[in-house]
């Protein structure tokens, strides 16, 4: 139980954090993003669902880099890319998010649409729209999104 609620701090943080920073980092190699597996979520077949992983802090992101991940190098995805092309992109993919994930690879998963609607809502909050290539800023995404969900 503890652990969730800490995780769900991390989660809301990581939203807060890149809201107001607008940038989101991963980790990358030659091959691509640092993923991981689900240990909540399966696929039909009883494999789990593919996460990609990401950070609000370049400290938080290179900590991860070690292991398997050792030969990754942080990057910076600007906030509107990462929720135009990343969150709408790994929704269609059938991907989650693995958000804030530790040295022991144990953080928040989350649904992509789901994590950009909570970004959309906090950036609101704070008074922020984006200047968005694909849609007329935050509300038109928003609207969109749910209208995709139900």
Request: charged content about 30%; overall charge negative; glycine content about 6%.
């Amino acid at each position: 139980m503890q652990n969730t609620i800490t995780l769900k701090e991390r989660y809301l943080k990581f939203v807060k954090t890149i809201s107001d920073s607008e940038i989101v980092y991963g980790l990358k190699n030659k091959k691509g993003f640092a993923t991981s597996s689900s240990t909540q979520y399966v696929e039909e077949d009883g494999s789990p669902i593919g996460i990609l992983c990401f950070w609000s802090e370049k400290v938080r992101a290179k900590s991860c880099a070690k292991e398997e991940w050792k030969k990754y190098k942080t990057v910076e995805i600007p906030l509107p890319e990462f929720i135009e092309n990343w969150c709408i992109g790994m929704a269609n993919d059938g991907l989650l998010t693995g958000i804030q994930f530790d040295q022991n690879l144990f953080g928040y998963e989350a649904e992509p649409l789901e994590l950009l609607l909570d970004i959309t809502t906090e950036l609101r909050l704070l008074g922020k729209d984006l200047s968005l290539r694909k849609f007329k800023g935050i509300d038109d995404i928003e609207n969109q999104v749910k209208e995709a969900i139900e």
